[in-house]
């Protein structure tokens, strides 16, 4: 799935959890959107969709959080928790979509995210086709309903600039590779 889906269901973990305690919420969205992306710091650092992606052990520590924050919920307790939980979703949720390679329509690479609990890379099951896939665009904005409908202000318009952006990257998506391939190669 591409980056704005998940920063958008991040953000939607915030809406949440601001529909249960409004004075916490911004402290959510703002921790789910930077977990939600998180895991695709690995493009740059290490091996995407393995060295940052944990699509079982991340789900440990958010528990963890998520037992601390409802205990002590204070803004920076709440935005880890969502985060970590991002994240986790983020990690679980690339199994859904394409293998790693610059045309996933043409399904080459099966190999989906690593999964260090288990020690191989878990099969991509394409529900999702590809990131960029107008089923992508479609996750990305059924999850934006609830955040446009929870928050106003910043996140909001975050939210509404995500989707558009996702919707531009759609539009281009399939003719994307011939201008990567030369740097990725």
Same mark, same amino acid.
């Given at each position: &799935? &591409?980056?704005?889906?998940?920063?958008?269901?991040?953000?939607?973990?915030?809406?949440? =959890?601001?529909?249960?305690?409004?004075?916490?919420?911004?402290?959510?969205?703002?921790?789910? %959107?930077?977990?939600?992306?998180?895991?695709? =710091? *690995?493009?740059?650092?290490?091996?995407?969709?393995?060295? !940052?992606?944990?699509?079982?052990?991340?789900?440990? /520590? %958010?528990?963890?959080?998520?037992?601390?924050?409802? $205990?002590? /919920?204070?803004?920076?307790?709440?935005?880890?928790? =969502?985060?970590?939980?991002?994240?986790?979703?983020?990690?679980?949720?690339?199994? !859904?979509?394409?293998?790693?390679?610059?045309?996933?329509?043409?399904?080459?690479?099966?190999?989906?995210?690593?999964?260090?609990?288990?020690?191989?890379?878990?099969?991509?099951?394409?529900? $999702?086709?590809?990131?960029?896939?107008?089923? *992508?665009?479609? =996750?990305?904005?059924?999850? %934006? $309903?609830?955040?446009?409908?929870?928050?106003?202000?910043?996140?909001?318009?975050?939210?509404?600039?995500?989707?558009?952006? %996702?919707?531009?990257?759609?539009?281009?998506?399939?003719?994307?590779?011939?201008?990567?391939?030369?740097?990725?190669?």
């Amino acid at each position: &799935m &591409m980056a704005p889906t998940h920063v958008v269901v991040g953000l939607a973990l915030g809406a949440a =959890v601001a529909t249960v305690e409004p004075t916490l919420g911004t402290a959510a969205a703002v921790g789910g %959107a930077v977990g939600g992306a998180a895991p695709d =710091v *690995d493009l740059f650092v290490g091996q995407h969709r393995r060295t !940052l992606h944990a699509p079982a052990l991340l789900f440990v /520590p %958010a528990a963890l959080a998520a037992g601390f924050a409802l $205990v002590a /919920p204070t803004p920076l307790s709440v935005a880890v928790a =969502v985060g970590l939980l991002a994240a986790a979703v983020h990690s679980a949720s690339d199994a !859904l979509g394409a293998g790693e390679e610059l045309r996933p329509w043409e399904r080459t690479n099966p190999d989906a995210v690593y999964c260090h609990a288990a020690g191989r890379w878990l099969r991509a099951r394409y529900v $999702v086709p590809y990131d960029g896939a107008p089923r *992508d665009f479609l =996750v990305t904005a059924a999850f %934006a $309903v609830p955040v446009v409908l929870v928050f106003a202000g910043p996140i909001r318009w975050l939210t509404l600039a995500l989707v558009a952006g %996702a919707g531009v990257y759609t539009a281009l998506r399939k003719r994307l590779p011939k201008y990567f391939e030369p740097i990725v190669e």
